[in-house]
């Protein structure tokens, strides 16, 4: 099995210990070294040493260099970092840089777990590993509208709003499906369509709303959306049918029966 070369950097001991542990019995993952400064990890990741790293582990409150002022100061855009801290005013913030995902500690391994598979889903996306020149540039200057989101075990999440396949509600929650994950939130179905800024979501029904890119057939009181070799089928209230025909025209999935 290949394994992801990963470092930590955490000036606590204890945490440091955690994710070290964490690391070593993660079968897919091969620990390639541990700072306690982030000073001394930006001098390893500006080395030949670090060509292979794949994710770093990334605390965020450090004395000397915090990991925000981390992130500002080395190129990690052929790398995963996935921050945590104790803090949960950081995450926002930490979106801003593309982080992979950012954790609460105390981290159970589970959820540990849960960001690696994420990792290795962005590393597989970007090919071998190594970001290509074209990939960077699409990743600097990607302003797809994005919206930050926190699921119902207080992970916040950033989603581009054209990743959005499906919303499905739930009384006082919804269900975000996208290619990628499923994620469920304390909200309700007009506060997120609210809170999107792009008619790449559409209403479809007052339970569901479908990213219009993932329709792929339509009628008088049906939608399919796909979701990678999966359809999902929502029922289309007469309330949005005009509107709903009105936008797949042209993209041959309507259909009068």
């Not at 390639?32 to 040493?49: H, M, P, Q, R, T």
């Not at 289309?236 to 005009?242: D, E, G, I, Q």
Request: aromatic share 8%.
């Amino acid at each position: 099995m290949l394994k992801i070369n990963c470092i930590v950097v955490d000036d606590d001991s204890f945490s440091s210990k955690v994710m070290t542990s964490f690391i070593s019995r993660t079968s897919s993952l091969s620990l390639a070294g541990y700072f306690a400064s982030a000073i001394d990890a930006v001098n390893f990741l500006l080395s030949k040493e670090a060509e292979n790293i794949g994710i770093v582990f990334l605390d965020i409150e450090m004395p000397e260099m915090s990991g925000i002022e981390f992130m500002r100061t080395v190129d990690l855009s052929h790398i995963e970092v996935i921050m945590y801290s104790s803090q949960e005013k950081y995450a926002l913030e930490s979106y801003e840089y593309d982080v992979c995902d950012y954790l609460l500690k105390p981290v159970s391994y589970a959820r540990f777990i849960k960001s690696v598979n994420k990792a290795k889903l962005r590393i597989d996306q970007k090919g071998s590993g190594v970001i290509s020149e074209t990939a960077k540039n699409v990743v600097e200057n990607d302003t797809r509208p994005s919206i930050c989101l926190k699921d119902i075990n207080g992970q916040t999440h950033k989603i581009h709003q054209d990743d959005i396949a499906l919303i499905q509600a739930m009384e006082n929650y919804i269900k975000i499906s996208t290619p990628y994950a499923q994620l469920t939130i304390h909200m309700t179905m007009k506060r997120i369509m609210d809170l999107l800024s792009t008619d790449e979501v559409v209403r479809v029904h007052r339970s569901f709303a479908v990213g219009r890119r993932y329709v792929v057939r339509a009628s008088a009181d049906e939608v399919v959306a796909q979701i990678g070799t999966k359809e999902t089928k929502m029922p289309l209230s007469r309330t949005y049918r005009v509107v709903i025909k009105s936008l797949m025209e042209g993209k041959d999935v309507w259909s009068e029966g």
